[in-house]
């Protein structure tokens, strides 16, 4: 038997409140990848962060973690309990329907029609360039995807203002529940920081979301986008169609395939302030593979140091940074006994800077991703989208949004930072999200001018 490493109460506790992430990585990093107790009081989950362990946890033990408990809870109640993200017959339901809508053939269906309105949504930012006005980074990304998604997934169901309204009402509920994420023994019968804007957040996109269902159901179409797709489904599957299931449903796509991207874009441009030779490799690909044209899907293939800055990108930053699980049965993590009902703390973000797996661990380093480089590792030192039956649907969605937006953003601009600063990551949710506000100012390249 062998006894996990321990943070005691007394050091756990201030480091987590004053900056969860990278407290919490740094008690996996300076363990090695061995298994830690946290002690929280009435609380104690394990760390986990080796790739063997992550390996056991998410594939192939995955039956005996469970996504359930404390840490779910507070998302439950936006996500729904019978969902993407829940176990048993619901998840299992779900995953049926919702998996052949993210496969990457047909992802790659929609491909043209998101080129397209990447490329509008990026045209319109020219009054930023032109007056010097600086852009809020966080804010037009997750605008642009924002409009993708509702436009190519959604079918254009929701207008323009109601898009508008629908990503700060899931940003807020993101980071709204951050005390309870931290201290998940909290009774719910208390309301704490975040409650009241969480469940007002809540309420708003119930409204948005079952107008857009009630909608599809009067107009009983065959097209390719998933609103009807998954009122067919569920239909043909259940016999009948019940809201608050596809409610459910539409609710965990809206995350899979926005918010990931969104808060990954964000990151990039202060990671290209940071790295300038990184910056002007990119510029520089861009410039030739795209030129002052369109970007279409066919570019993305050749866009191969993009795809090198992007799997670094979500190395240093996943998106999905904890993956919380609850032990079903005793089991054993590393030698480490483990006891039916507790908390297991998957940690990418740990994962991701564990030395032996990759060195220099805290540099920003594309080359990673070159050739033999990427084929040498553990396959589960890398799991910015989880991994096993429990992986991630948007994975091949980001693949292809994530380099249009930046193709399109460089083919046209030169993004110079407003406001450089460091920023520290926070939990917003399932997803990693900057703490500070970024700004960048937009300098147009001459020749699109006319384009």
């Known amino acids: 038997m062998i006894r996990p490493q321990v943070v005691p109460f007394y050091r756990a506790i201030p480091r987590l409140v004053k900056d969860p992430v990278t407290e919490l990585a740094r008690m996996g990093t300076d363990a090695a990848g061995r298994v830690v107790r946290l002690d929280l009081g009435p609380f104690r989950p394990y760390l986990i962060s080796h790739p063997d362990h992550v390996q056991q946890v998410l594939k192939t033990d995955w039956t005996n973690f469970v996504r359930a408990g404390m840490f779910w809870r507070p998302l439950q109640r936006l996500i ?35 080129a397209d309105i990447i490329t509008e949504c990026v045209r319109e930012l020219d009054d930023f360039a032109r007056t010097g006005r600086p852009v809020d980074g966080t804010h037009q990304m997750a605008s642009i995807v ?62 948005i979301v079952y107008s857009v269902i009630e909608q599809a159901q009067s107009e009983d179409n065959q097209s390719k986008e998933i609103v009807s797709a998954l009122l067919t489904a569920r239909r043909e599957q259940d016999g009948t169609i019940g809201l608050r299931q596809v409610r459910d449903d539409l609710v965990n796509i809206y995350g899979a395939a926005g918010e990931t991207t969104a808060m990954a874009l964000t990151w990039l441009w202060s990671v290209l302030h940071d790295h300038p030779e990184v910056s002007a490799r990119l510029q520089e690909e861009v410039d030739r593979v795209v030129g002052g044209g369109p970007v279409r ?29 609850q032990t079903v049965a005793d089991t054993e993590i590393g030698g480490v006994p483990i006891k039916a009902g507790s908390q297991v703390l998957v940690s990418p973000y740990t994962t991701h800077r564990l030395e032996e797996f990759w060195p220099r661990p805290t540099e920003f380093d594309p080359e990673r991703w070159a050739g033999e480089n990427a084929e040498r590792r553990h396959r589960y030192s890398f799991i910015p989208f989880g991994a096993g039956p429990h992986v991630c649907l948007g994975q091949h969605l980001f693949y292809v949004q994530a380099p249009l937006v930046i193709a399109n953003m460089l083919s046209r601009y030169r993004p110079v930072l407003a406001n450089a600063r460091k920023l520290t990551p926070v939990p917003g949710g399932a997803t990693l999200r900057p703490k500070e506000m970024l700004l960048f100012r937009l300098h147009p390249i001459e020749r699109n001018r006319a384009a």
């Open 80 to 114: 729904g309990e019978d969902s993407i993200f829940g176990e048993g017959e619901g998840w299992a339901s779900a995953r049926k329907i919702l998996q052949p809508l993210f496969t990457a053939r047909y992802t790659a269906s929609l491909a043209d029609d998101m």
């Open 146 to 207: 924002n409009q993708t998604i509702i436009k190519v997934l959604f079918g254009g169901r929701i207008s323009r203002d109601t898009a508008e309204r629908l990503a700060p009402e899931f940003a807020t509920c993101a980071t709204s529940i951050g005390f309870r994420l931290l201290f998940p023994f909290a009774p719910y019968s208390i309301k704490v920081p975040g409650d009241r804007a969480f469940l007002r957040s809540a309420k708003k996109i119930d409204e």
């Open 297 to 325: 899907p066919s570019h993305v293939a050749e866009l191969r140091y993009l795809r090198m800055v992007l799997d670094e990108l979500l190395r240093v930053y996943p998106p999905g940074w904890l993956l919380p699980r």
